[in-house]
């Protein structure tokens, strides 16, 4: 499986990467030479085996009362944030 | 009298307990050390003077008020992947270069809780993705043991600080060998425990099928300590396994005759004859101890690297998606709107090697390529855990090589990403089935670490350490020092 330049950006597109034209081609080569060494997957006879999700098996999902257990701490995360106005994550203009 | 960084830390609980030395005592002798040698190393992204004299100084009032926990005043640095409250949280990337973590993970509280003072945060990869620390935003770790070569990865900056005893032990995590590799290249101890064994909450997650948080130390003996109070069911972490800790300490010295062990071998296939050589030195010294030798067999496991480079792409992709640039992390300049602001903040925020395993995860779950791929590697992951499941019916620990060569130069392995995936073809099994494993070292090459895994059933953490304990108890490699660091 080769991969060209259109499919490098479909894929930066997909995974919202702005990419640099010399980034574009170092992944042209280098995620064609992962593909191939990921072929080698097609020598495993995989018929009737079951796709493991999880490495511990019979675990299921835990479910809990729905509590309150968190409190507002609204103001200690948005220390973190880029830029916030009134209590709220600012954003470029969405609607015109 | 010793200097306060040769002691393990089963050595410096006596002494802190015995109020021979006070924690701030202890504290100040390993800030000093970090001091003076990390400029030349670069295994800490973060020194926290501040914060651990004053954890010290309330784990001096607790030993004064009679307390007596075996790890109060401990000094540990914690990997920049665990959250920490209040204290810069980088995981290596650019991305999170300016993040104070409002909270800790669950590791760091427990530790915290048990009287471990906090030294710093150690370098590492970028998101944990890497075999070499070379991705980190921060610069690559150096070897202590010969400064042009790599500590390995991803955990480069734990294993260079506690070998270099600049720390006396350091949290890790280890999704694909990033507890054991860098243990091996550095001579150090290093356990990964047995998926959801250790909880995530507060790791900052990259594949969370396969992370796993874990320890590198000098010792078994230490890790043991160091383990137990890690460990336990955390309702925070969904995948977190609800079963009772056992006392890891307490079984350390069982003598391990009749021990069945089973050589992998596939793992000494194309393996340099005087690397298999050191490994087999080590399995001679558990012989005779009485353990018993037979050869083993997992036909599949050459296709862990294939398997993982699908399974962990596909993870990290998934989980990478909340870096936005909205709530926390980069944001770039002056956005046109709000798709620019995510294609720029992503592609300035994250390394060329994070993005590259951005790109093969969205790759491999995207339509058309789902059932190829990612399923595809799933089915076979379960072909490899089979096949160590078997394994343990004939034997009780499966033992092989952590790496295929000792550490290489800066550099070396960067052109080729392929090159530097398979690195890790020897520990990446262990993740897929969830398996708990470890890295003693067990001799040199050229004057170089070389490390010996052990691989055992899940939950058989206190086995291996027993193992590790019982070889290091005959075995001196864990506390050869590299020179310039004594």
């Not at chain 1, 064609?32 to 020598?43: C, D, H, K, Q, S």
């Not at chain 2, 920049?80 to 909270?103: H, Q």
């Not at chain 2, 290249?185 to 594949?207: D, N, Q």
């Not at chain 2, 379960?382 to 078997?390: N, V, Y």
């Amino acid at each position: 499986m080769s991969l060209n330049r259109q499919d490098i950006e479909k894929i930066a597109q997909l995974a919202r990467l702005a990419l640099s034209e010399s980034e574009v081609s170092a992944y042209v080569e280098s995620l064609t030479r992962i593909l191939a060494m990921v072929g080698e997957l097609e020598r495993a006879d995989t018929s009737h085996i079951e796709p493991m999700a999880h490495p511990l098996p019979g675990q299921r999902q835990r479910l809990r009362t729905d509590e309150i257990t968190a409190t507002d701490q609204h103001a200690l995360y948005q220390q973190n944030a880029p830029q916030v106005q009134a209590g709220l994550y600012l954003v470029p203009r969405v609607i015109e | 009298m010793t200097a306060l960084h040769e002691l393990t830390i089963t050595e410096l609980s006596r002494a802190l307990r015995a109020r021979t030395v006070s924690s701030v005592d202890v504290a100040r002798a390993f800030l000093a050390r970090m001091d003076e040698h990390n400029t030349g190393l670069n295994a800490f992204i973060s020194i926290l003077h501040e914060a651990a004299l004053s954890e010290a100084k309330r784990a001096d009032a607790r030993l004064h008020a009679g307390e007596s926990g075996p790890l109060i005043g401990i000094p540990i640095a914690h990997k920049d992947i665990f959250c920490t409250r209040g204290e810069k949280t980088t995981c290596g990337s650019r991305m999170l270069a300016n993040f104070v973590s409002p909270y800790d993970a669950t590791v760091v509280q427990r530790l915290r809780a048990a009287g471990v003072v906090m030294l710093g945060k150690t370098n590492m990869d970028e998101f944990a993705m890497g075999s070499s620390n070379e991705t980190s935003w921060f610069g690559p770790v150096r070897n202590p043991w010969d400064p042009a070569r790599v500590p390995g990865g991803s955990s480069g900056g734990s294993a260079a600080a506690v070998a270099a005893r600049l720390a006396p032990a350091a949290t890790a995590t280890d999704t694909g060998g990033s507890i054991r590799q860098p243990a091996a290249l550095c001579g150090v101890t290093g356990i990964k425990p047995t998926y959801g064994r250790v909880s995530r909450f507060g790791m900052i997650a990259f594949a969370s099928s396969l992370d796993q948080g874990g320890l590198i130390t000098r010792s078994a003996e230490d890790a043991a300590l160091l383990l137990g109070a890690m460990a336990g069911f955390d309702p925070q972490d969904s995948t977190s396994v609800e079963l009772p800790v056992p006392d890891y300490s307490a079984t350390l010295d069982t003598p391990i005759k009749g021990l069945r062990i089973g050589l992998l071998k596939e793992f000494f296939e194309g393996l340099e004859p005087e690397n298999a050589q050191r490994i087999r030195d080590g399995i001679e010294v558990l012989k005779a101890l009485g353990a018993v030798v037979r050869e083993v067999s997992l036909p599949n496991l050459p296709l862990s690297v294939p398997t993982y480079y699908v399974v962990a792409p596909a993870e990290c992709s998934s989980n990478l998606a909340r870096f936005d640039g909205v709530r926390y992390g980069h944001r770039c300049e002056s956005p046109r709107d709000l798709m620019d602001l995510y294609v720029r903040s992503r592609g300035e925020g994250f390394g060329a090697e994070v993005k590259r395993r951005i790109m093969t995860g969205t790759y491999v779950l995207s339509a058309g390529y789902y059932d190829a791929y990612y399923l595809k590697a799933q089915r076979v992951r379960a072909l490899i855990s089979a096949d160590f499941e078997r394994a343990f019916h004939e034997v009780d620990v499966v033992i092989g090589p952590t790496t295929p060569t000792p550490a290489f130069e800066l550099g070396a392995k960067t052109a080729d990403p392929v090159t530097m995936y398979l690195n890790d073809i020897y520990t990446i099994g262990a993740n897929l089935a969830g398996l708990p494993a470890l890295s003693v070292p067990c001799g040199t090459m050229q004057g170089l670490p070389v490390g010996l895994q052990i691989i055992g059933p899940h939950f058989s953490e206190p086995k291996l350490l027993n193992v590790a304990h019982r070889y290091q108890s005959e075995t001196d490699w864990h506390r050869r020092i590299p020179p310039g660091f004594g």
